[in-house]
């Protein structure tokens, strides 16, 4: 099923605040990654991986969670994800400043890893996939416990091609568990093209080999995802079983800050990619639709870019780790 279109928005099921809100955080994503990555670029942040051109299928899926209640287990592009979940712009910047107050893991590791308690975000680690199993692991135990939740894992789609993808999405179908598998697409792992990565169209197109919903969604178009990712939530949440959810995202930076995807991706494959960008697109459709008025898209922007300085003023202030901590929650401790 390939669902390219957002229905009009009374359909959707979302208020004009709503709908609003979604564009800020939208924003919010796009401009605190374009920060992170001047501070990579200034030498100050080590390292920086980005998710511009996904923000749209991140507030979607978001917004079909329940917050507070359902879990995520992101990838390493979610930044947007988990600030709709709960983060705050704070928290990516004691990250990539690798402040000892980072929430994620006390600078312990890379940025991009994402992790809080709190907001029921799952870290993960560096080998792509592993957070499949992770994810698997804990909807078996709501089933087990017969509660109501619903995980969302994540993934990039040159992921799919890991063994622990197969043992998760295998596993899950078979016991019928509370998973979206959220597979955003963007078309390179790495410097790799899909035709590289995999012999059929879609990832979904997998989904029946594992005897699981399947659906295939424009990343670019926040409503149709937000309605697909609803209707996955749901089935989950039902008892109905795990969908694969795959969202055709754009990727408008390099793979990360220690790449330059100019060196095997045309002009003109990226100036087509810059034309699909998601959160202009949105503005777009906010405008024409009279949800955003003049100047509302300004004075949305203005207000992350306070946020987003404000959050760099403590983060730049907030103190380094001391090395003698360096083994503080890395081991057990009798």
Not at 132 to 137: P, T, W
Not at 161 to 178: F, K, M, R, T, V
Not at 248 to 275: F, G, I, K, M
């Amino acid at each position: 099923m390939v669902v390219s279109e957002s229905a009009p928005a009374e359909m959707a099921g979302l208020s004009q605040d709503q709908l609003r809100s979604m564009y800020r955080d939208m924003v919010l994503g796009r401009l605190l990654d374009e920060r992170i990555l001047v501070l990579n670029r200034q030498g100050r942040a080590p390292f920086a991986i980005s998710g511009q051109g996904h923000e749209a299928a991140q507030v979607g899926v978001g917004y079909a969670l329940r917050r507070g209640h359902d879990w995520l287990v992101p990838y390493y592009r979610d930044l947007t994800l988990v600030l709709v979940m709960g983060m705050e712009p704070k928290d990516h910047l004691l990250a990539a400043l690798g402040k000892a107050a980072d929430p994620n893991s006390g600078a312990r590791q890379m940025p991009g890893h994402y992790g809080s308690r709190a907001h029921n975000i799952v870290t993960t680690g560096s080998p792509v996939a592993t957070q499949i199993l992770h994810a698997v692991g804990v909807a078996q135990s709501f089933r087990y416990r017969k509660e109501d939740t619903v995980v969302v894992v994540s993934v990039g789609e040159g992921g799919s091609s890991e063994g622990d993808w197969h043992e998760g999405l295998n596993w899950a179908a078979i016991y019928h568990l509370p998973v979206v598998f959220l597979v955003e697409n963007n078309a390179y792992a790495i410097s790799v093209p899909q035709s590289r990565q995999m012999a059929v169209a879609h990832v979904a197109d997998r989904a029946a080999g594992y005897g699981m919903a399947g659906a295939v969604v424009d990343g670019g178009d926040v409503l149709a995802v937000y309605r697909a990712a609803s209707e996955a939530v749901e089935r989950a949440r039902s008892g109905q079983g795990p969908t694969l959810l795959e969202a055709l995202c754009v990727r408008l930076q390099s793979h990360s800050s220690d790449d330059d995807q100019r060196r095997y991706r045309t002009a003109e494959d990226l100036a087509d990619t810059r034309a699909h960008d998601p959160v202009v697109r949105f503005r777009t459709e906010l405008e024409a639709a009279g949800v955003l008025l003049d100047g509302d898209a300004d004075e949305i922007r203005q207000e992350c870019q306070r946020l987003i300085e404000a959050a760099q003023e403590e983060a730049d202030q907030a103190p380094v780790p001391d090395a003698a901590s360096a083994l503080m929650h890395v081991y057990a401790e009798a």
